[in-house]
């Protein structure tokens, strides 16, 4: 196999482990408990802990990878990925698990940026709307088959297992990395950015924390209020830093091209409402409709399924409508499909509910691999190093934004009902709320020009097109 159509494949493949882990814990946070002799409630601070080392270290994985060479850190921070997850597997108590959480975190933070730059670097334009696919599938995989995978190995195995499934997996990525791909490096070197990495940092830190929790009861509200409060500004402080710094640790200079701000803007709108999905739905299923795990993990599913469906078809819908047609149309069919989710009640049958998934499934990988890819339509190859990290801390953000918007909407709407646990009928309100959210990213897409991406799309000019050229 061609080493340009290898490499999509080994990336998708690390980056299907970071995503499957990060979900695959919350079903067996109570069995980690009981082991390590503490409530789940403190040991929501692995999953926290986890979050926190993403927004800290994204930001500086490009300079690393320039500094070190790409291949050189992507197999790092797979290495440091398996040996977090070997320690967390291991690990004998609360502060030993959240501190291999955070070593997982480091790895996953590397991973996931190195990763997509080794792609754009490899890939040519005209192919990387298909090998950005590729990387479609383990983003929207992991949400959904995490948390019934997870309860499946707790129940029948050990919760240890959760983490040793990533050995192999890693190893066979380290050895594909060192075979097929390049060790990339930036030969002018420019000097580590360190007052933007604290400031960058701590605002991330606040903003992402304070995103996850949001909704969620074992935080007060004045917390969740300063970390958000911080974290805005910090971030603030930093865009005022960055504005008069010559090589900012991210550069937000990018956001002037319109194609790079559609996937930060339009981008983070999208993935925040459809990132509500894999919270409100589970919850809907098992709590409202009183299915189990397993029956809810099976009609999760379809939106897996549906999204695997898809790759084949990504290339030729954006050569024949562009991105802009499709980034709008297609973001509108998305949010109605989420929307529809509103119809479920516990009579609805379960042919009714995997068919409504597994188109939503269908159109929502459509739109994110048009979304990931139009980020990179403008943005030259020197900056690449520059852009990746920047779109890997808004993707980061936004799915934080995704539960915080889920698990707020919940939670409001359960209180607004006089309920004390959550019922069917507060669920359908949550899925609207998402789906408008979602939908509010069109007015972002229609800004684009009509001929954006059209490199990445591969498109041709049309017959009409060619009779004005050959005119003039």
Not at 15 to 38: H, K, N
Not at 138 to 146: R, S
Not at 312 to 327: D, E
Request: proline share 6%; charged share 10%.
């Amino acid at each position: 196999m061609r080493r340009e159509r290898l490499v999509p494949l080994i990336v998708a493949t690390a980056l299907f482990m970071e995503t499957m882990d990060a979900t695959v814990i919350a079903t067996s946070l109570p069995a980690i408990a009981v082991d390590l002799g503490t409530d789940p409630l403190s040991l929501r601070l692995a999953v926290t802990s986890y979050l926190i080392s993403l927004a800290v270290v994204i930001p500086a994985s490009g300079w690393i990878a320039d500094r070190f060479g790409a291949r050189t850190i992507f197999r790092l921070a797979i290495g440091i990925f398996m040996l977090g997850s070997i320690c967390c597997a291991f690990a004998p108590s609360l502060a030993i698990f959240v501190a291999s959480r955070i070593l997982q975190g480091i790895g996953g933070a590397l991973m996931v940026p190195v990763g997509r730059m080794v792609l754009v670097r490899t890939v040519d334009r005209r192919e990387l709307v298909n090998a950005m696919a590729w990387l479609t599938i383990p983003a929207l995989i992991g949400p959904v088959t995490g948390p019934p995978l997870g309860g499946f190995i707790t129940t029948y195995f050990s919760w240890h297992w959760i983490f040793f499934i990533n050995i192999p997996i890693g190893l066979l990525g380290i050895t594909l990395v060192s075979i097929y791909i390049e060790n990339f490096k930036e030969e002018k070197r420019e000097p580590f950015d360190l007052v933007g990495f604290i400031l960058a940092g701590l605002g991330l830190v606040g903003l992402a924390f304070g995103f996850s929790v949001l909704g969620l009861s074992f935080i007060s509200y004045e917390v969740i209020a300063g970390l958000l409060i911080g974290g805005a500004i910090f971030m603030t402080a930093y865009v005022f830093y960055a504005r008069r710094h010559p090589s900012p640790i991210l550069d937000l200079s990018l956001l002037k091209l319109p194609t790079f701000r559609a996937n930060v803007v339009g981008g983070f709108l999208f993935r925040g409402g459809v990132g509500a999905l894999p919270f409100i739905l589970p919850l809907m299923l098992q709590i409202g409709f009183h299915l189990t795990p397993f029956q809810s993990g099976l009609v999760t599913f379809s939106v897996a399924l549906g999204a695997m469906q898809m790759k084949a078809i990504v290339p030729f819908v954006l050569r024949n409508f562009g991105f802009r047609n499709t980034l709008i149309w297609n973001g509108v069919i998305t949010g109605l499909t989420l929307a529809a989710c509103a119809a479920f009640t516990p009579a609805t049958p379960y042919v009714v509910m995997v068919a409504v998934l597994l188109v939503h499934g269908l159109f929502r990988s459509l739109q994110f691999t048009a979304v990931n890819s139009i980020g990179y339509a403008d943005v030259d190859p020197a900056r690449i190093t520059r852009a990746t990290p920047l779109l890997a801390v808004a993707q980061q953000l936004s799915q934080s934004a995704g539960v915080a918007l889920g698990a707020t909407s919940v939670h409001f709407i359960v209180h607004a009902n006089g309920h004390t646990t959550p019922v069917a009928s507060d669920f359908p309100p949550a899925f609207i709320i998402a789906a408008l959210f979602s939908i509010a990213s069109v007015l972002v897409f229609m800004r684009l020009s009509p001929d954006a991406g059209e490199e990445l799309a591969n498109r041709t000019p049309s017959s009409s097109d060619a009779t004005d050229q050959r005119a003039n």
